[in-house]
């Protein structure tokens, strides 16, 4: 239960072939329009759970998506499609394309479990090959001729279907003679992706076949923030003046090597200079420093128009979520919105946002809506409290909260430790007023060896089903 003070009242809360997919596409001939595939499943029910709308990347949000299906089913998660590492960076390597590794991810975080064929897809689908690359490659030639016990429980139809696209993927690249396909840590799940995706020629519909396959709910959307069939890179300008290309150099750099990524929040070192912006950069010709301006998903503008919340999810700030926001477009929908906008802050720093407050979040991301630092013909001026207006902070977080900074940025919401705490740095006087204009609340949270200090995923879903209804 979701406690909320108001300062006057309490409030609780409960809270064979490709083209053989008949049995997956159930629906209306318009298969990838997926304003429709969710009108439809809301037809059949008169009182509708609130909508959200959720910018995140792959591992910080990961976490609390199966305690959101709880809450609701109506969720938009946008995501990023520029990560160059892991097993992602071998396929663009080989095949090009956008990176399709968070999107595989949340799929199979929103896929079902209610059945023992379901768990199955899912355990296929999310199983990753050994590091060993000889022993890596041996699994896979079990995998794609049907032999590996992971086949086991999983239907004719879906395993007809789910095979034929990885092998659709092997012939992709066999047709690519001059490349070497290392399978060492591969992902099946972005195997059979990238090969419904080349297909297709088209990621929404690699996204709708994944998302049938594996069984999410129909008013569940997965929208990529660019719907491209494109390679796309991702760069940072810092405060030095120092360019760094490539996602996975800008996070979690691996001078080059094919090794696993260290995803752990203390893995890296900090960066030599603070994060100015990040941007778009071309993957092609001779000027690979060239900034690019891809258009971002309409229907990720179509949601943001509608949806009941707008929610920054916890995770890499300038690398995960950052990228979906420098679009345009999407900082003239957020700021004209009068609905919940919450962002989630992180529990613990990183190689990003070293030494940075929670202010300091805010104004990175209002930086980003705004293209602060970008083209001034496509500069907006709005202030932080346009696109956020409330704060959700873990309990004993390692990220400062300095209120006062906050509340100027017109932030009047804040989620936060205990009160005693945050104010006893503050006088009598601007304690009083500070507390008029922020909602004090307490969200537990969890240490993680891996991933630092992280949100509870019941007591951060419970708050947020009290903000939105």
């Not at 992902?187 to 594996?214: E, W």
């Not at 203390?266 to 994060?275: F, M």
């Not at 006062?404 to 006087?429: N, P, T, W």
Request: with cysteine.
């Amino acid at each position: 239960m979701a406690e909320i003070c108001y300062f006057g009242g309490l409030v609780h809360y409960k809270a064979p072939s490709p083209f053989s997919l008949h049995f997956l596409f159930r629906s209306k001939p318009h298969y990838y329009n997926s304003t429709s595939l969710m009108a439809e499943c809301r037809s059949s029910s008169t009182v509708e759970p609130p909508s959200l709308l959720v910018f995140s990347g792959c591992t910080g949000f990961n976490g609390v998506v199966e305690e959101l299906k709880k809450l609701t089913t109506r969720v938009a998660h946008v995501l990023p499609v520029s990560d160059d590492g892991g097993s992602t960076a071998e396929i663009v390597r080989v095949l090009g394309g956008p990176a399709v590794g968070d999107i595989r991810s949340r799929c199979l975080r929103l896929s079902d479990e209610s059945t023992s064929e379901a768990l199955a897809v899912r355990r296929l689908l999310g199983h990753r090959l050994p590091i060993d690359a000889h022993q890596a490659k041996k699994d896979w030639y079990d995998i794609v001729e049907g032999n590996h016990s992971l086949w086991d429980g999983v239907s004719r139809p879906y395993s007809e279907t789910i095979r034929a696209f990885l092998i659709y993927f092997q012939n992709e690249f066999h047709r690519r003679p001059n490349e070497r396909f290392c399978f060492s840590n591969g992902s099946i799940g972005n195997f059979f992706f990238a090969g419904a995706r080349i297909f297709f020629q088209s990621l929404d519909a690699a996204i709708f076949l994944f998302s049938r396959v594996s069984e999410i709910p129909c008013d569940s959307l997965v929208l990529p923030v660019i719907s491209t069939n494109d390679r796309l890179t991702l760069g940072c300008e810092l405060q030095d003046g120092t360019i760094i290309r490539g996602q996975n150099e800008i996070s979690h750099p691996t001078n080059g090597t094919m090794q696993t990524v260290d995803k752990r929040h203390c893995s890296n070192s900090a960066l030599p200079s603070k994060i100015k912006r990040v941007f778009y950069m071309s993957s092609e010709g001779n000027n690979l420093l060239h900034e690019v301006f891809p258009p971002v998903n309409p229907t990720v503008l179509e949601q943001l128009r509608s949806v009941d919340c707008i929610v920054y999810a916890m995770g890499s700030l300038f690398t995960s979520v950052c990228p979906s926001l420098v679009l345009l477009g999407v900082g003239e929908i957020i700021s004209s919105r009068s609905c919940r906008k919450v962002l989630l802050l992180n529990g613990s720093q990183d190689r990003e946002t070293s030494g940075f407050t929670a202010s300091c979040f805010v104004t990175a991301i209002a930086d980003a809506l705004n293209r602060t630092h970008g083209d001034p013909n496509i500069r907006l001026k709005n202030p932080p409290g346009y696109y956020i207006n409330t704060l959700l902070v873990p309990k004993d977080g390692e990220i400062a909260v300095d209120l006062k900074q906050l509340s100027e940025q017109g932030i009047k919401d804040v989620v936060s430790i205990s009160v005693l705490h945050l104010f006893s740095s503050l006088c009598a006087q601007q304690t009083l007023t500070v507390a008029s204009a922020l909602l004090q609340r307490v969200v537990e949270c969890v240490g993680d060896p891996k991933h630092g200090i992280l949100f509870n995923p019941s007591s951060l879903i419970n708050m947020l089903a009290g903000l939105v209804e």
